[in-house]
Each structure stands twice: as C-alpha cells, then as structure tokens.
C-alpha cells in the first residue's frame, strides 16, 4: 500500500490470496511476473508489461480491467478459464494470444479494446460470450474456427472497423435475442465466407460478397433478405434448401447458379431482385415456392428443370 516507486512486482506460484487493496497507491508499477494459479485484479492499472507463468490456470473476473498501458499479452497453454470482463477496456492492447487451453472467452472479455488491431481465436475455443470483443474499433479480419459452437449476443457488436468474416462449420447457436445479433453495428463487412450447417440471418446488411461453404445444407428464411449491396453469391455444393425469403430484395445481385444439390426453392426466394439477369436452377430442383422469383424485373428467361414437379 502506497509503495509509491514501486515498478516491479513478481508474484510466485505459492500465492492463493491477493486482497484486492495490497497495491493501492502504487501507481508506477510497469511490470508484473505473476505465477499463481488465479489471477485477481490488482489495481495496477499504470500496468505495461505482464508475463503470465505456466503454472496459472484462471484469470479472474475483471483482473485487468481498464488497464489502459497494457499493449501485448500472452496467455499460456495452462490457463484454462478466462473470467468475464477480465481484458475489459484494454485500450492500449494491440496484440493477444490465447493459448490452447482456454475453451471459453467469456462475457465481455476483450470489450472496448480499441486498440486490438488482430486476434487469433484458437481451434479450442467452443464458446464466444455475449459482448466478448464489443467495440474493439481495431479489428479488420475476424475467423471464427470450426471448433465454435456458441456464438454470443453482440458477441462483435460496433466492430466497426471489420471487413471480411469467416464463421467455421461448427457454429450450431448464434445468439439467442433476436434484437442483439452477434455484429450489430458492423456496418463495414463486405465479405462472409461462412461454412456452418444452417446459415441464419446474422443481420449484415453491408456485405457485398457471400461465399456459402460445401458444409452448408440449409440456407434459413430471411437469411440474407434486403441486402441491398449484395452482388456476388456462391452457394456451396451440399445446400439442399433455399428457404422462405432467403435472398428477397437483393436489389444488386445479377446472377446465382443454385447447386444440384438444392431440392427446394421456398416462397419469395429471389423476390423483387430486380437486376437478376440469369438463374441456373439444378437439376434436382423439385419445388420453386410461391412468389419465388417475383417481381424479378431483370430476368429474360429462365431453364425449369426435368425434375420439378411444383411450381408455386
């Protein structure tokens, strides 16, 4: 308490207790060699440096918390649980790798480091809580791996810098409030490679490029409906169902190629896509939905398939 030119503190691995009030005061020190198995907050937000030892295996909850000198940090393969807010307003953070035995970022993990320019989320991560990276204004390029199940409400909410995205195959949960959708406020995604089994509505309505992996077998209602600047889509060779509203009102989009693959064609599928000019249906297309291409201006004709027994 108030060891006012302290710069330096190492703290060994046979610590288990740290009041919270032990470095009240101590406003100079720029670096900490901490070895215990949890870490806790410290109140050294004048904090620059950190090493982390092999023999941590949790930070807690709020632990670093608005330290705003902090620039690169790296967690071990030992730590195994990150507690919520535990990176929380980091703005200073430029860089973080996350070792092999976390599983989880927590809520609002990494929220308002604005200063995060990158980060690689390892294959052992199941799990992206709500708000997790909320506001880091820095990141570009967000990959979310195959061994993502959970994909948290607002989990990249106001990431306002990010321009390509790539979602694994394994996301099977993507938020669960309708209203807070994972990229809310990420107005500058022109490009989603997305490659999970049921492609939902993710609200990105600045994409410009959607590539849909081998993976994909659904295309949910609504999915991609109004998205205006859209003019370039891929869907991968394992889609079976285009459903209700996938694509409607896709104002830019000029041609799809719907897979072999595809059986069914739901209602208002490509409605009011007016400069769609050409459609490839496949050939194991069964059923085109009601309204499926209505209102399609710009279509001059088009193949219906021998294996189509209704048209809505």
């Known amino acids: 308490h108030d060891c006012k030119s302290l710069t ?32 806790p907050y410290l109140g050294m937000t004048s904090l620059k440096e950190l090493t982390l030892g092999d023999n941590v295996n949790a930070i807690g909850e709020r632990a670093f918390d608005g330290y705003t000198d902090l620039t690169n940090v790296t967690i071990p393969n030992s730590v195994t649980k990150i507690g919520n807010e535990a990176f929380k307003s980091c703005t200073g953070l430029a860089s973080m790798t996350i070792g092999s035995g976390v599983t989880k970022i927590s809520d609002s993990t990494f929220s308002g480091c604005t200063g995060l320019t990158g980060i690689t989320i390892p294959n052992a991560i199941t799990e992206i809580g709500e708000k997790a990276f909320s506001g880091c204004t820095g990141l570009t390029d967000v990959i979310i791996p ?3 199940t959970d994909l948290g409400d607002s989990a990249f909410e106001n ?42 509505k993710l609200n990105i309505k600045s994409l410009k490029e959607v590539i849909i992996g081998d993976n994909v077998t659904i295309i949910n209602g609504s999915s991609f409906s109004n998205y205006t600047g ?8 394992n889609v079976t169902t285009i459903s209700d509203n996938a694509f409607s009102g896709c104002t830019s989009l000029t041609s799809i190629t719907i897979p072999d693959s595809v059986t069914e064609i739901g209602a208002s599928a490509f409605a009011s896509c007016t400069k769609l000019a050409t459609v490839n249906i496949g050939n194991n297309v069964t059923m085109i939905g009601n309204n499926a291409f209505s209102g399609c201006t710009g279509l001059t004709s088009m193949t219906i398939p021998d294996n189509v027994t209704k048209i809505g």
Request: net charge positive.
């Open 159 to 200: 990431c306002s810098s990010i321009t390509s995205l790539t979602i694994g195959k394994g996301l099977t949960t993507i938020h669960k409030d309708p209203y807070k959708t994972p990229f809310d406020g990420c107005n500058k995604i022109e490009k989603l490679n997305i490659n999970c089994k049921t492609v939902p």
């Open 146 to 148: 195959d061994s993502v």
């Open 8 to 39: 330096s503190v190492t703290i060994g691995k046979g610590v288990t207790k740290i009041d919270s009030s032990v470095f009240s005061g101590c406003g100079k020190i720029k670096t900490l060699n901490i070895n215990c198995k949890t870490v």
């Open 230 to 237: 859209l003019t370039s889509v891929t869907i991968g060779n």
